[in-house]
């Protein structure tokens, strides 16, 4: 059972999908988002979508840095947690603009004080004006704070993202084919919207990098931080401390803040992408849970998948994986380890859109092709990154 597994986490999420197999897929099963017909208008030219998620256990991460560092700013980067993983999935289904967004704060009173809730909430309008200069307007209509110090340890940040769009303009996955390349944008670096080096972790696979990057020291200081049925030999077993000083090409960061990197979104850049280039966009994958296997669950027919071209893998990812010990299936399969979108197009349009995203700072690069099935069924090859092939579905 790999570390993720006997901390009680799924990369793959089996039971959740279990649980909801019987419900209704939406118009387009293999969008990367679920989208129904204009109930709210009944216009048959338009549909309905609405996603909810959140900042995960990235809110425990910054739980620890403010409490070892009294640097409140870090909860603003929940903020933008809490909104990019809504934002960026649906960005893969076309939508860009005209959002509605609602928060949920559930809190243990007892730790998570007004001053955190403060931040939180300004930091989610501070991003929203942010993305408004680029042209993605998303309309902040409040939410739901709760005090539930008996169900939370310290506080989760969560959202639902709502739209209405044009039918016309959505992208369903099912226009990827044989010949397509894979265009992906990578996770870490500094776009022109960001104010600091993003690591590129984004908010899947908190759960292990907080536990196999700090040590122990966590555990006896801060035990509302962690489940305490779980093992102790699974519990903060890394040998860093939020405040040790990482040098990323001569830029000193915290092991904290590297972790802590706020989501990056792409909405600027996917913004563009569309405006300019929607009818050659065949399929489009946020790597969250899943990290480089995600594309396997939105293929419209069987394809042989293969990534033989990835990003270098940024250096948080190897800290990660130094400190656990983890190998490379589990790496990809739980981490975006360098690229956290990925755009299914023809090869003649790739040039177009790695040019888009190097105007916003963005390294981009063909990462892989879509090739023929073999034996009739799907099937993913990870080549690259640490130099070999690793994973093989």
């Not at 640097?71 to 980067?77: A, M, Q, R």
């Not at 949920?104 to 007004?114: A, E, H, S, V």
């Not at 992906?184 to 907080?210: D, I, M, P, Q, V």
Request: hydrophobic share 40%; charged share 20%.
């Amino acid at each position: 059972m790999s570390l993720y597994a006997q901390r009680g986490v799924s990369a793959q999420k089996e039971e959740v999908h279990q649980a909801i197999q019987k419900l209704d897929q939406g118009l387009y099963p293999h969008a990367f988002c679920k989208i129904y017909p204009d109930f709210l208008c009944n216009n048959p030219e338009w549909v309905n979508i609405m996603h909810a998620d959140g900042a995960g256990t990235k809110s425990i991460l910054a739980y620890l840095y403010w409490k070892e560092t009294g640097d409140i700013s870090v909860w603003k980067g929940i903020a933008q947690d809490a909104v990019a993983m809504n934002l960026d999935d649906l960005l893969c289904v076309g939508v860009t603009d005209q959002l509605l967004f609602s928060s949920t704060i559930d809190r243990n009173k007892m730790l998570i004080n007004g001053d955190v809730l403060e931040a939180i909430i300004n930091g989610t309008q501070e991003f929203f004006n942010t993305l408004k200069e680029y042209g993605v307007n998303i309309h902040y209509l409040g939410g739901e704070t709760a005090d539930v110090g008996d169900v939370v340890r310290t506080v989760a940040v969560n959202g639902t993202m709502t739209s209405r769009w044009p039918k016309n303009k959505l992208i369903t996955n099912d226009k990827i084919q044989e010949g397509d390349v894979i265009v992906g944008f990578a996770s870490a670096g500094k776009a022109h919207y960001e104010t600091e080096y993003n690591s590129g972790l984004g908010s899947n696979g908190l759960t292990s990098a907080r536990h196999d990057v700090l040590e122990k020291m966590y555990a006896r200081q801060y035990p509302e931080t962690f489940e305490p049925k779980l093992q102790d030999k699974v519990v903060y077993i890394g040998k860093n401390k939020m405040t040790d000083i990482v040098n990323i090409k001569g830029v000193k960061i915290p092991v904290g803040k590297l972790l802590l990197s706020p989501t990056r979104t792409y909405a600027p850049l996917m913004k563009k992408i569309l405006d300019l280039h929607f009818d050659d966009i065949h399929g489009a994958i946020h790597c969250s849970g899943g990290g480089q296997t995600k594309c396997m669950k939105y293929l419209p027919q069987p394809f042989h998948i293969l990534k033989d071209n990835l990003f270098e893998v940024p250096p948080i990812f190897k800290i990660i994986q130094e400190n656990s010990g983890a190998d490379y299936k589990e790496m990809y399969q739980v981490f975006n380890m360098g690229h956290r979108l990925e755009i299914f197009t023809k090869e003649t349009t790739a040039a177009a859109l790695i040019q888009l995203a190097n105007e916003l700072g963005i390294d981009a690069q063909v990462v892989g092709r879509v090739e023929a099935a073999q034996n009739g069924k799907s099937s993913l090859t990870l080549k690259g990154g640490f130099g070999e092939v690793f994973y093989q579905y």
